[in-house]
């Protein structure tokens, strides 16, 4: 394949400095596998020392998951029309099961390739497609259950744990017991679990052989909780730049992976811009490229229409597919009389063309040859669930729970190959209706990940969607799902701007780890136990950069005191310099330590005497009322 | 006593437009009890004609609780200077066991009125106090224990029905069976039922008799989840100017109750302004005043002080005083060894004072005392929780808890008082330990209602905690929180400002909306639909007004799609024109009721075979693969 001349957008394509800025107080760290070209990025946070008041002892650096990908390592040389580079293609290649193709195989991907037309927007320097070599399975999955243990695997391992075996300070690593819903999670997570994980089914490590630059992740219920962030471009608005500088913002915040749910033109050119920048997979939904090619007549589709369009996103690298393989022709009537109908658009495709030809959905009964592409190329599934309630009136009903059936069914199919699977879940449920769905999932699907979009507790707040179903992601994330599609601000009126996509991941970043929290992940507390410390201590930089957001908290506190010299001020704005409840604690602690009545002193000897004796004063208060 | 002369501040103190503009595609309506002058205020949203293509029918307005008082009532007058009309002024009077007193009884409240340095920021035209005649209660809980069911009870059954009774339509009025926890909701809220809910001390109505103006509302399980509003000045910011319009703006979004925390000077009179102005009832921290007048040395603080602070502040109206009686000498040294010891101020103060005198807290050991100012101008308890966790590692450890069996006694001191009484809460709790503070409270305080600070179920979000904190409250409330106090983004890092308060409401509105539709309180599912119809049918003015923010939702909306002309679109910006999910939902219903397969055909008849027949399709794609 000849290079193609610069583009356009090649030439301007820039990200601004406002999203590769580094994060404030930390640093891009890189931890060694078994071997060189194992480097698992990290975020490390220095910490400073605690104020002489407080005992002066030393705090040492959090280390924390981090997704941003080389844009926010100072070190790191961006060239979005150079791509990042390909860290997985020596893995891939090693393993000896993949060639290089001479050419794309899709016919559209063909035509795009050599449409002058698209010049000004085409991503330069194209790599040739690899697929698996006849006969052969490239899933992780498949690996996994033939007991090797990929540097994929390795890497996961490594990063799932956070370094968590450097912190070494028993009140740091305190945490409260947590209640996992039959979540099996180990203290330590080795490459073997890892792979074993994958090999049941019960995780997914979503890495298309087409797209090396990824840096390997897992989704699984007994690994940290991640969330999903969604760009796309509509017919009505965005551009390509806008898009990618979407993808590195989202990561930035802690997208862990990225769905590009673009409509609109230019659809095939923006993905691959997208899958050449982005270190964390990319997922889609290919059916929203098929109708296009259709002119958006869901009834045009065909199998071999959007067979065409899986094998050119497969060669451009995405990382998983949303297939919408459940929507059975059985299911579409009843959803009749549901408030909202079908709100999945890819659902409302499918429902259309089932109804338009009356016959199954072609989805359904190709799903094996389905598979046959998903293993060529190692792409997931996520199994769409397109009958998902779109209000909470329509929650849990017979279309949403009859297609989770379906989905389970599927799973099972799907496992047969070997291809890795996850299932997508509501929508709008009512608190007390979450758990039922995380447990039908559980049970049809055999604890395949699940994966769900928020859901939102309530209808009655457009324009704050990101908090109705942060609520919800937080709850049915602590039951067991294992991967929380964000909701942003914008959700039902419009497309999110780079402020909702922040403000969509920040909820979703607070429900993951709330999440973790409650199922008891191993470290999980560290973070808030260090940015708590810090807390007490009136480290205010330390609290800042503990945070999630490290710009908006320092700016918040800014905003009511701005002078540095307050960053090291013993008190807050809340209460001011003359009354601070901090003080008093720390007051109350040298009372206590001088008095020698800590809290087992207070327990096991002197207090039980004064408890009594102060139950005895009361007692005459309360005989005299 | 004479009237004040004009001061500065009545001469300027106006509310700006922005917070008292009528709430768009609403008005306020009255709902008349069993006398003319119980005239419950409520909103009512006019929805718009379903479009022809839907169906073309009305559809009827939705009446929701309104918390905004007059400021959103074109019709009302607003003169900040001459305070709110007294409308239980006369209910109070008739019920013939209160007096008028001659001049105010607490020694610093005379200071004040007489100091004329202070006359250019004092509320002109005060009305004289009214106290319980010698021998007499007067709290709600009183009479509710006497039988008697007094215009206040009358109005707060009427205002919990929300019209419930005029909404006829079945689908409107369709909901899910909630899952209570043992709450119990009846279908329809007497008065008798109200009466019976305070009486047995499981619901309380604030209204100090020196708070005329309020709007009589409740707290309880068994009712709607309330929330309420923090403002307050403190050392470093803020005016009297600026609290009051902060109070008018926490109202117009939702705030049910208001607490007023000001910790500077003119405390009293921003106290004066706020309660004259506030249709809501009004809590504060006493011991925060009680502080200031002895100069921030909580070691110097005497009963002597407080209770003339709390009668003070008693004759001013405030309907609720945060009492620290539950830090017991004995809990503080348990304390000791927490991340961040004890955060709550009040908490703080009285911890220092024990440590200080070794001696038991003096709000323990005068609490009856206590109980005869509050039952002399009905003010409520609510019994704080100065030992609440500061963070996720000192959740519901011995300190809380034993604090929290304390507030129990106490209750039952209360009670026999008949004094109402509500329960403070945490504070900082991961997800899994939430309901154990709920079940143990109901335990220890005999289901006296809960009123919590979220909880916030994460450490790590500084500038996010309004959604640390929302997931938190909607759990405890769908528990059996009555009463949610909210948190905004500024949370321990400054004061919030106008912003921050809406969002903290917004945030506190959808987690006890959540609640309630979780806890399965009749009617609360009403706006959930019509919003979802209104959704559905592309009826975008009544999504946005039917809304908790309809401003908000607009907004959002109109910066994707700014033309009027596309507010009736049937498509929205996330799809655009030629792809919409929505329109396909509706050829799939049109579809759907051609050829009989609605709901029930499909699960009574056809589908049973067409079904059969989709399944032997797909089984024999599996048999192949």
């Excluded at 990200?15 to 698992?40: A, F, M, Q, W």
């Excluded at 390739?113 to 194209?126: C, I, M, Q, S, W």
């Excluded at 597919?321 to 009389?337: C, D, Q, S």
Aim: aromatic share 8%; charged share 25%.
């Amino acid at each position: 394949m000849n290079a193609i001349p610069a583009s356009l957008l090649q030439q301007t394509a820039q990200l601004s400095g406002s999203v590769t800025r580094p994060i404030p107080g930390s640093r891009k760290i890189h931890v060694e596998g078994s071997r060189p070209d194992i480097r698992v990025p990290m975020r490390e946070i220095a910490l400073t020392r605690t104020p002489t008041v407080f005992g002066g002892e030393d705090n040492p650096p959090v280390t924390v998951y981090d997704t941003s990908g080389p844009y926010t390592d100072p070190e790191a040389r961006i060239d979005l029309a150079a791509g990042l580079p390909p860290l997985r293609a020596q893995w891939i290649a090693e393993r000896g099961d993949t060639e290089e193709l001479p050419a794309l195989t899709s016919e559209f991907g063909r035509a795009r390739e050599h449409d002058p037309k698209l010049d000004a927007v085409r991503f330069p320097g194209r790599r040739l497609p690899r697929r698996a070599k006849a006969g052969a399975n490239v899933t992780q999955m498949h690996y996994a259950r033939r007991g090797i243990i990929t540097p994929e695997m390795e890497f996961v391992a490594i990063r799932e744990n956070q370094r968590l075996e450097a912190v070494r300070d028993a009140a740091l690593r305190a945490q409260h017991p947590g209640q996992g819903f039959g979540a099996s999670i180990p203290e330590v997570i080795t490459p073997e679990f890892v792979r074993d994980e994958i090999a049941r089914g019960r995780a997914i490590l979503p890495c298309n052989i087409n797209h090396p630059e990824s840096e390997p992740m897992i989704i699984g219920r007994n690994f940290l909780t991640k969330i999903n962030a969604n760009i796309g471009n509509s017919a009505v608005s965005s551009g390509i730049a806008e898009e990618v500088e979407k993808m590195v913002w989202a990561i930035r915040w802690g997208g862990d992976t990225v769905m590009d749910l673009s409509t609109g033109k230019h659809i095939h050119e923006t993905r691959e811009w997208i899958i050449r920048n982005s270190p964390v997979p990319i997922g889609t939904v290919p059916i929203y490229q098929a109708l296009e090619k259709v002119d958006g007549r869901a009834e045009e589709l065909t199998w071999e229409i959007f067979r065409d369009t899986l094998i050119e996103q497969a060669e451009q690298g995405v990382d998983y597919f949303t297939i919408h393989a459940g929507v059975l022709l059985r299911y579409v009537p009843l959803t009749a009389r549901r408030v909202t109908g079908i709100v999945s658009r890819g659902g409302s495709i499918m429902a259309k063309w089932c109804l338009a030809h009356h016959r199954e959905n072609f989805l359904y009964t190709h799903f094996e040859e389905i598979c046959e592409i998903m293993k060529a190329y190692d792409v997931a599934f996520s199994l769409g669930d397109g009958l998902r309630p779109g209000c909470i009136a329509d929650a849990n009903d017979a279309a949403q729970f009859g297609e989770l059936e379906t989905l389970g069914e599927l799973t099972k199919i799907a496992w047969k190959h070997d291809v890795q699977t996850m299932i997508e879940g509501p929508g709008h449920v009512p608190m007390q209706l979450i758990k039922e769905n995380m447990d039908k999932q559980l049970r049809e699907c055999g604890e395949a990940p699940f994966y769900t979009l928020g859901p939102l507790t309530t209808d009655i707040a457009p324009g704050y969607d990101h908090i109705t179903s942060a609520i919800g992601a937080a709850m049915i994330g602590w039951y067991g799902t294992a991967m929380l599609c964000y909701v942003t601000p914008k959700e039902h009126l419009g497309l999110p701007n780079r402020q909702d996509v922040r403000d969509g991941i920040m909820a979703y970043k607070i429900a993951a780890h709330a999440a973790d929290l409650a199922k008891g992940h191993p470290g999980a507390q560290v973070r808030d136990n260090a940015l708590s410390k810090a807390r007490f201590e009136f480290r205010w930089e330390d609290q800042f950069h503990l945070g999630l957001d490290p710009e908006k908290a320092r700016e918040f506190h800014d905003e009511t005191l701005p002078k540095e010299a307050h960053k090291l001020a013993h008190f807050c704005s809340m209460c001011g310099p003359h009354f601070c409840s901090m003080k008093i604690t720390q007051d109350v602690r040298d009372y206590a330590a001088e008095h020698g009545l800590d809290e087992r002193a207070a327990l096991e000897a002197g207090m039980a005497g004064k408890a009594a004796e102060f139950r005895e004063q009361g007692a005459e208060v309360y005989r005299a009322g």
